[in-house]
């Protein structure tokens, strides 16, 4: 196995619960790819938003522990699908870096808990997306799919978090082959490649107002009700996801905006991991689409999917 | 409750009403990160920056508040869209991408005023920096 083939695997806090579905799904696209997940042994809370709030480098130490493990498992690598976790990681990388005052409350911190400080550069961090796309490939998707997802329009919907802040993503905005942080399209290709119409949707990247989902919900639900509006009118059937956070709001204030604003909207919410799997020939449970909130069991269905 | 964000109107796609101007779309999101600076204190710069008003706005914005700069790729996507227009080739594309600028000018709205109505509850979560960072600087 290269060291793509088999990586270690940083669920986080959100693919154990509301996300769970991304977690299932994500392993029953592993094991179908022939791809390996280690997942990290003990491994903790990223830090998410609200330590960082608090205090940036409690989250730095956080993250760096979970590096730290995934370097003791052997690994040169660490996947996340989490994009929360995944910046997370990316972001304690960066500070451990550049920041002489988070790397020293970092090492202060690991010894008070008897641990060998995390040295940066030792482990590189993969989202789900940039895992698949390196290890398999959009033509290694192609020769594998099994039940085309031909006639389904997709919007790609990546979040903020993904590519933002650019400075701490420096392998991206490189070029052909990379990433773009402003206009994102590794999920485009790979569902794409699995036989999908990817539309145009120049909302790929806009905030979904997770953060302030309970603080200020009625922002949240304008924001999401935004995007499903957007998507439904550049002609998508389906949004595709790749992060816990927007799945979750893009489902849940879905539901909001018909109760209290009134505003339905029909477009089916899904986890690219979801899509993906379906294409490979796994059944709607294999991928956890009984678990998500919103059922589109028998849209999957009339789309010979299910 | 109501809220500053409940009294604005929605603005839902409609492709079969007439769609905005360019001008009239990036004065309008001009207007917005305006609001947001006049909020703050500040005087809405006229300048220019990579030829727009907007992203001169944005970075005024951005110098005083970081989290401010969680609004950068929603002003350069809406200059890109709009750019887009102007370069259509037929009025069918045209009005596609004016559509889409709407959209993500809609966002931009929605964003900055939501900012407002809950400025000290937290920091966006793509934000450069950390809330907490100001109070360390003093």
């Known amino acids: 196995m290269t060291v793509h083939q088999r990586v270690a695997y940083y669920p986080g806090c959100a693919l154990e619960g509301t996300g769970h579905a991304y977690d299932r799904s994500t392993r029953a696209v592993a094991r179908a790819l022939g791809l390996e997940l280690d997942e990290l042994h003990d491994w903790n809370c990223c830090g998410a938003m609200e330590v960082k709030n608090i205090d940036p480098h409690l989250q730095t130490f956080l993250s760096a522990r979970n590096l730290k493990i995934a370097q003791e498992m052997g690994h040169q690598t660490v996947m996340a699908p989490c994009n929360g976790c995944y910046h997370n990681l990316k972001k304690a990388e960066y500070d451990l870096t550049h920041s002489p005052s988070a790397k020293e409350v970092t090492e202060r911190l690991s010894r008070k808990a008897g641990e060998d400080p995390y040295q940066p550069g030792t482990v590189r961090t993969l989202h789900a997306l940039e895992w698949i796309r390196e290890a398999i490939g959009n033509e290694g998707i192609r020769k594998r799919v099994k039940r085309s997802l031909a006639g389904l329009k997709i919007a790609n919907y990546y979040g903020c978090m993904y590519t933002r802040p650019r400075h701490i993503f420096p392998e991206k905005d490189k070029g052909p082959g990379s990433e773009s942080t402003s206009k994102p399209y590794f999920m485009d290709e790979i569902l794409a490649a699995a036989g999908a119409e990817t539309v145009e949707f120049p909302l790929k990247t806009a905030c979904c107002g997770g953060a302030h989902t309970l603080s200020d919900s009625y922002t949240s639900t304008r924001l999401v009700l935004n995007i499903l509006t957007t998507a439904e009118a550049v002609g998508a059937d389906v949004i595709a996801t790749e992060c816990p956070t927007c799945h979750s709001g893009l489902e849940m204030h879905q539901i909001r905006a018909a109760r209290v604003f009134g505003k339905e909207t029909k477009v089916k919410i899904l986890y690219f991991t979801q899509l993906l799997g379906l294409a490979l020939g796994l059944s709607p449970r294999q991928v956890g689409i009984h678990e998500n909130v919103s059922d589109s069991r028998a849209f999957l269905k009339a789309r010979g999917l299910a | ?138």
């Open chain 2, 1 to 138: 409750m109501e809220t500053l964000a409940d009294t604005l109107p929605l603005r839902p796609l409609a492709a079969e009403s007439a769609a905005p101007s360019v001008t009239a779309l990036l004065a309008e999101a001009e207007a917005v990160l305006s609001r947001w600076l006049l909020a703050h204190g500040l005087t809405p710069t006229e300048a220019k920056r990579e030829g727009y008003r907007l992203l001169a706005l944005h970075a005024q914005g951005a110098r005083h508040d970081p989290t401010f700069n969680a609004c950068r790729e929603s002003c350069r996507e809406l200059i890109y869209q709009c750019n887009m227009a102007l370069a259509a080739e037929s009025e069918e594309e045209r009005q596609q991408r004016l559509l889409y600028a709407g959209a993500v000018l809609a966002h931009l709205r929605l964003f900055i005023e939501g900012k407002l109505e809950v400025a000290g509850l937290g920091t966006f979560c793509c934000a450069s920096r950390p809330l907490r960072e100001k109070e360390r600087r003093e």
